[in-house]
């Protein structure tokens, strides 16, 4: 029983982490927090389906298209909603526009595929233990993209290059680093990380529109409590809040238990507004 | 009705010349028509009609919070659900007592009015964002606990809804108190919008350090506006309750709450009438459009979206007729410094200005180093110095934006790196921005209007019911910004909206917002950058004109000719310390400040 | 399903269509307007979508026919969407707009909840097929009949079938957190204890929760010999089956139509998991002994296959009720007209109407129309056509 709540709050926390590593991509690259963030997620989910359900693929190409499909969704991302309000960041246009695609998405979603959860395909033909696809899938999903990003932001150039844009914006430019297609390939990354966490949580999470709602709130968690763009912070939290809900769920049920993570979050934000592992930021004048 | 007539606002004398029929038109329109519904419109219109003036009820208030000051409550339809339940509840007598339906009404909005602020609170701490997401988090609470508290909320079954007793029982009879609702709303939120409240609250989303600046204290004001459209949002959630004839929780759905926010956004920021078109337009269209029905939350969201891309002024940009005849190009500043007389005259012993031992390092980077200042009240003190050398800096400790890590600065009896940084205000300390800051979309006299904010006498409540102090603030802020524009020579463009000015015009008009405290100490960051050598010369005469009425001016600058021409004293920073110091002639003379800037 | 809300509004669109153009040709005799507020799109709109075809089929037939003493039937249809506030514009355009005769709908409990009051106020004759207790009362409501069982019939055919047939003693109960759920829930579990079982554990539990491993095992170490589901979320039922299926515990789950659904189906993780599942139906639109259906279903359905009607992704009884409705409104308007008095005393005094998804007979103090014994269980993994073989037990 304990093995049953530990292994699928864990899963679920690497799903929620993936969205906050989404986040954290795009916020690093633009100072901006996206609501298309869970979007990203959902889609995962749906294009896996869509790939490998009904139109047949095989389980690769269905991936590689469902991490495609994501990283379209992140190039549009910040064509659409992100670089025309830059020059404007502190009127926070950015929180409408961002909200304005998502819900785009969503209801397209919603329209196209329809309302009801649909299955999300098993992808290897092996017997379900008490280790199945639903629980390893995110954990490894979520080990991967971690220690991607630790190479590409450590060892490459082009990981130097996001870095400098991360750290200082006007700095990187004046240095003549082409900072918009470092953008633009930052929200490729975070849509291929979120269609990701879509796709490696779906066998939990079903092929479902409404995921879009539910994981840009789930998946903000644990940025907002591990610290802007801390990406490690970000997976301690989601773990945290995957077994913290799964707790809950247990020891509650039914309502109580996502009143008692949203009256947590909620608290512990008033508490710490920089988050349990961030920094207070100074003020810009 | 009032109404029209604070659309004329401030000079009631001028309520018949044009202007403030054209702004009246629109709103006169929309009353005749709403009024007049049942004599041309069906049952069936009459129900549509009644839903838009409940969810204005709603968003009026809703739109000081996001319009005016800028907060994102994303999630405020959790106080429409609280205040339809309750409403419902109270009077349908299942758990206490039978409670008047107006009894429970007014219990609720008592009870939205304390929900808003604690819904509210977290923007006091937390970034926009993070505020826009826990608004969310609540709209989940309510409805989760709505469900699951099944003896009082009926759960998922839910509760009939009051019905309000005659005349407003019958179809027409509640859309004339809904009707009757969203007049009173819209008429106190023009009153607010019309007053300093109104105006601070701009400066806070467009301004925040400008508004601090100006003695607004951000918390108090936000908690005031969370009371009041709390309140709204519940008794539009009671009349909510009566129009749906039974609620269960799956009526207060996250889309009807991204409606509301659309409709505010859609409307345009800072108006009153754009969100009012808007929330009509989004009630409307989709009893038009049928067919597409299934679409309409994907094409609110199109519509969110183009609006933030192409107008971000929204429906009351196209409204905006006024702002759109073309300034005179050739507009020159003349300011006139003699009318300072009548705005600065003081009347007590200011005291000196003065920073002892202020010391500053972010990390590891010392930013000030053991600085001592003086500035005297009747003089111009300029401060120069090569970028980086602590100059704006030491502006912003004087400020409180930085908190230094040693050594402090103190004004009479006053520590000024004790106090909060709105307080300044009080002690008559006024500045400016290296980058104005102002708010866009008011007009130039509001924005100057801003900076007399903590001398209206009236409450918040006294303005939203438009009571005589409220008038008598007008009148007297509105005379002397008037007075503070002609003294900086912009009096022709009081009704501009101040986006459209230049950047040069804009430095006066900053200078003109903190004249409005009638500062005791001024300190002006970069005033000159970007003027013209004629407008540089003006600015001088100004400068000048103030320190001769008893102000003290602290001034950053670059152009080294004004400040040896009006400067009665310089202190030269270099690496956050104090390189030099003395009158103009002896800087000008000093061997290390000439070769490192004077160059020669 | 196959079905998207795309496509249900294209056929819906179309049957708006095809009613327009027919129209001309018997202009000499004004439409008869009958209003329909389906929930055609939306978070719970499939049972609409099913509900839909055989309406569309109806009101076919019946034009075809000859309508109403020549005059037409005209649909108005308003789609809610699934949202109440929809609901209420929809039944306002209905009755103070077009001013229709009668209004079938809605279809979920949610939007009738809201809409019952309106139309009572405006004193338009309403059927209505969902089946919350207090969505007919012969006083506040005296023009609204419901032509489907009620809540306590499902509850408790269903309690029945587990404590008596199954003969199990222990029961766990389990909703998910929307309106139908709770509201099941807590009506049902006072019923079971008055049966003499014993409800060891009760939850509701939130649909979107990916794991319910957790609650299934608190119901099984508190001894639980039965699983009772009530949601009409087929993703949340499915869990339930999978999870069950997962720890191999062999237990019976019965309870909510959905659990038989086409949805429901294609989210278990294997066929076998369906097994011992019994969701509730209704005789019927059932396989008796030696897998027939009743005379009048069999026609029904020919006349489906002769439309081209499609069954494989909805049930059988969504459509039975849809094309009773309009039928039944039809025959009380043939026999009195339209005038909503008429039409109401004429309802009052049906008996017998033979509906193919059941018998509906209503009098002046009871508007609940559905008979008792036509509230059945069936064996979920027998679904073929959209309709169920009896389950064990029944002795059909």
Known sequence: ?285 | ?600 | MALTRRQALKSAGAAVAAAGIARPAVAQKNPILVGYLPALTGPSSSTGVGINRGIQLAIEEINKSGGIDGRQLELITRDTQSDPTKAVNGAAELTRGVKVSAVFGPVNSGESLAVVPLLARTNTPQVHPCWVDTLTDVKKYPMCFRNAPTNQQIGGASNRYVVEVLKKKKVAVISDTAGYGTASLNAYVPMLKQMGADVVYQASIDAANPDLKPEILRMQSAGAEAIMPWSVNAGFLSRIINTRGQLAWDVPICGQTTLGSGQTKALLEKPEYWAKVYPNNFRPVCYGAGGKLPDRTVAFLDRLKSHKIDMGDTLLWWIALGYDSPNMIAQAMKAVGPEPEKLVDYMNQLKDFPGVYGDISFTKDKHDGYRDDQVVMVEANSLKDGAFNLAPGYGA
């Open chain 1, 1 to 285: 029983m304990l093995l049953s709540i530990v292994l699928s709050g864990v899963a679920i926390g690497c799903v929620y982490a993936l969205i906050g590593i989404a986040y954290n991509v795009m916020f690093s690259a633009s100072r901006v927090f996206s609501f298309t963030a869970g979007t990203l997620g959902m889609a995962g989910g749906i294009l896996g389906a869509l790939f490998i359900l009904k139109l047949g693929l095989p389980v690769w190409a269905g991936f590689l298209l469902a991490l495609a499909g994501g990283a379209i969704l992140g190039v549009v991302t910040e064509i659409l909603a992100v670089r025309p309000v830059l020059k404007s960041l502190d009127q926070h246009l950015y929180v409408l526009s961002t909200l304005a695609l998502a819900l785009i998405v969503q209801q397209f979603a919603a329209i196209e595929w329809g309302t009801d959860a649909q299955p999300f395909p098993r992808l290897l033909n092996i017997e379900r233990n008490s280790f199945d696809q639903q629980f390893w899938l995110p954990m490894v999903a979520c080990a991967v993209t971690i220690v991607g990003l630790e190479v590409l932001y450590r060892r490459t150039l082009l990981g130097h290059a996001f870095r400098a844009i991360a750290e200082d914006n006007y700095a990187a430019r004046a240095l003549g680093l082409p900072e918009r297609n470092l953008r633009m390939a930052s929200y490729a990354i975070a849509g291929v990380i979120g269609a990701l966490s879509g796709f490696a949580g779906g066998q939990m999470l079903l092929a479902f529109f409404d995921n879009a709602t539910l994981l840009t709130f789930y998946g903000f968690v644990p940025v907002a409590l591990g610290g802007m763009g801390n990406n490690r912070g970000a997976v301690v939290a989601g773990l945290v809040l995957g077994l913290f809900q799964q707790a809950a769920n247990f020891l509650v049920g039914g309502v109580f238990s996502s009143v008692a993570v949203f009256a947590a979050f909620i608290l512990v934000l008033l508490a710490r507004p920089e988050g349990l592992a961030g920094v207070a930021l100074g003020r810009r004048v």
């Open chain 2, 1 to 600: 009705m009032d109404m029209f007539t604070s659309g004329a606002r401030p000079a009631r004398a001028s309520f018949w010349s044009s202007p403030a029929i054209t702004a009246a038109l629109p709103w006169l329109v929309l009353a005749a028509i709403a009024v007049a519904l049942p004599l041309y419109g069906s049952g069936y219109w009459g129900v549509i009609a009644t839903r838009a003036c409940v969810y204005w009820v709603l968003v009026a208030g809703l739109n000081l919070l996001v319009g005016f000051a800028g907060q994102l409550a994303i999630g405020w339809v959790a106080l429409l659900t609280l205040g339809a339940y309750i409403t419902a509840v109270l009077s349908a007598a299942n758990v206490l007592p039978e409670v008047h339906p107006y009894l429970a009404l007014a219990i609720a909005a008592i009870a939205g009015a304390l929900f808003g602020v604690i819904v509210g609170l977290p923007a006091l701490r937390l970034r926009t964002f993070y505020f826009a997401i826990t608004t969310l988090g609540f709209a989940t609470i309510v409805r989760q606990i709505a469900l699951a508290w099944a003896s009082v909320t009926g759960g998922g079954v839910g509760v009939p809804g009051p019905v309000f007793p005659p005349p407003f029982d019958s179809q027409w009879g509640f859309y004339y108190l809904c009707l009757g609702f969203a007049a009173i709303c819209t008429w106190m939120t023009v009153n607010i919008a019309n007053s300093r409240f109104g105006r601070a609250l701009t400066a806070i989303r467009d301004a925040e350090v400008a508004a601090e600046a100006s003695g607004i204290a951000k918390p108090r004001l936000l908690i005031l506006v969370f009371l009041f459209s709390g309140a709204t949002a519940a008794i539009a959630g009671g009349l909510f309750a009566s129009l749906q004839s039974y609620i269960t929780p799956d009526a207060f759905t996250t889309e009807l709450s991204v409606l509301f926010f659309i409709g505010v956004l859609i409307g345009g920021r800072g108006s009153i009438i754009g969100p009012l078109l808007g929330t009509i337009l989004l009630t409307v269209l989709p009893e038009f459009a049928a067919p597409l029905v299934a679409w309409s939350t994907f094409l609110y969201a199109v519509l969110l979206l183009v609006i933030v891309l192409v107008i971000p002024g929204g429906i009351a940009e196209l409204l905006d007729f006024k702002n759109r005849k073309p300034l005179e190009t050739h507009r020159a500043l003349v300011p006139r410094p003699e009318l300072l007389k009548r705005l600065l005259a003081q009347d007590d012993d200011p005291g000196t200005l003065t920073l002892e031992q202020v010391e500053l390092h972010f990390g590891g980077v010392r930013a000030i180093d053991g600085l001592d200042l003086t500035i005297l009240p009747g003089q111009v003190h300029g401060l120069i110095g090569p970028n980086g050398s602590g100059k704006t800096t030491t502006l912003n400790v004087i400020s409180g934006y930085y908190n230094p890590q040693r050594g402090r600065a103190v004004l009479k009896d006053a520590v000024l790196t004790q106090l909060s940084h709105h307080r300044r205000a009080q002690l008559r300390i006024a500045r400016t921005f290296q980058t104005p800051r102002i708010v866009g979309e008011a007009s130039v006299i509001e924005n100057v209007m801003i900076g007399g904010t903590i001398d209206g006498t009236g409450s918040f409540f006294e303005s939203l019911f438009a009571l005589p102090r409220h008038w008598q603030d007008e009148k007297k802020l509105h005379e002397t910004a008037m007075l503070a524009l002609s003294a900086v020579g912009l009096e022709s463009l009081a009704g501009v909206r101040a986006d459209r000015l230049q950047h040069s015009e804009l430095r006066f008009v900053e200078i003109a917002r903190a004249l409005m405290l009638r500062p005791a100490f001024v300190l002006l960051d970069e005033p000159a950058a970007g003027l013209s050598v004629e407008e540089i010369r003006r600015l001088g005469a100004l400068v000048v004109e103030m320190a001769k009425n008893g102000t003290g001016v602290l001034l950053v600058e670059h152009h080294a000719d004004l400040i040896f021409d009006i400067c009665d004293h310089v202190t030269v920073l270099n690496l956050g310390k104090k390189l030099a110091a003395g009158t103009p002639a002896e800087i000008r003379s000093h061997r290390e400040v000439v070769s490192a800037y004077l160059g020669g």
